[in-house]
């Protein structure tokens, strides 16, 4: 069993910045990485970003690379996702995602 909980979800202007966190408790593991899901209305949940145990690894929607930038601190079981030049087609639920445990999720909103 392992929770999840995002944090720095919130309202932005369009080019703006937001640094979202997740921190996992429980049962984790070193060979599963950890990843940043989102969900915008009337659309299916798409993959955002995704990044290895270690750190060395990490992978991109088309969508959002060389705007977000994923990381993580792998002592405190815990990922994050910085978002610059944030767009309104980012405008969504971002969710955090760890082996098959997904968070609550926390709500995106990118408008003037």
């Known amino acids: 069993q392992v929770q999840l909980v995002e944090s720095g979800g919130g309202l932005v202007q369009p080019g703006g910045s937001l640094r979202l966190s997740c921190a996992a408790s429980g049962r984790t593991f070193s060979n599963y990485s950890m990843g940043w899901f989102r969900q915008a209305p009337g659309k299916e949940r798409e993959f955002v970003a995704a990044i290895s145990w270690s750190g060395g690894s990490t992978y991109y929607a088309d969508s959002v690379k060389g705007r977000f930038t994923i990381s993580r601190d792998v002592g405190r079981n815990t990922v994050f996702l910085e978002m610059n030049n944030l767009e309104p087609e980012d405008t969504a639920i971002y969710y955090c995602?760890?082996?098959?445990?997904w968070g609550q999720g926390t709500q995106v909103i990118v408008s003037s």
């Open positions: 995602h760890y082996r098959s445990d």
